[in-house]
């Protein structure tokens, strides 16, 4: 009996059903996906694919199968350098085989292939009493960082569009700024982590040996500006606030709510607010000033 005969677009589907399961040939060919094109078992598979002078069917697929992961874990690794880095090749490698376990490749682009990496470390890190430990803690800050990095230099920003200047900011009557809103970048990012990780993601790419930072609060605003990502480090009212603002809140709503993290007198916060919405209007945060 002649083996079935299938057109040239059912096998391409079946095949990348196959060879982009995470559990290997064998059990691509009983999933789900791979059954919906053509319904045959493990065994089948040369009703598919001949065999080679020296391969089986099941072997010559493997070569594709370990072609296409070994792709996604070049890529992998050119997301997330420093992390690799910080917890070294082989252990990062572990890290990312697990991941497209449980996460495998669901876009035709690679550019969302880590998206969820720092979350599956969340997921699956190691305990103590309950809760993640400092190590595991600081690796998840890392990898969440170089993704937002990622994210901010693929994603939309707003090099062709007009952005709000300092001399534009100074001009808004003081009476009219409780009430005002400020539009933001498209590409602005606010982040809080459990550890210093900006300035260790700075130094490690300068200096390999550089060491692990003891835990402490940091905050950081990512951006795009002229197509280059920058990161500026936030106290806990700058963060606030920007976060306020990038909420659609009011200047003075968001004012009063980052008042509650400055831990110096009220002359000085009024002082410090126009330093930095002039500093951020320099680094183009903003698109402009809604007035009410």
Known sequence: MSAPQYDL???????????????????????????????????????????????????????????YFARLLECMRGEFPVTQATVGEDLFDQFVVGYLNAYPSRSYSLGHLGENFANYLAETSPRDEGQITQWAEFVIDLARLEWAFNEVFDGPGAEEDPKLSPEQLHEVPAAQWPDAKLAVVPCLRLMQFSHPVSQFFSAKRREATTPIPDPQASFLAISRREYIVRRFDLNRAQYELLQCIVAGETVGDAIAQAAEFYEEDVQQFAADLGDWFRQWAAEQFFLRVELP
């Not at 059903?17 to 078992?41: D, F, K, L, M, N």
């Open 9 to 67: 677009a059912t096998i391409q589907r079946w095949m990348q059903s196959v060879i982009s399961y995470p559990g290997g040939v064998t059990a691509g060919v009983e999933t789900a996906a791979a059954q919906e094109q053509i319904a045959i078992t493990a065994a089948e598979i040369e009703h598919v694919v001949t065999r080679s002078e020296k391969l089986d069917a099941v072997h010559r697929m493997e070569v594709y199968s370990g072609a």
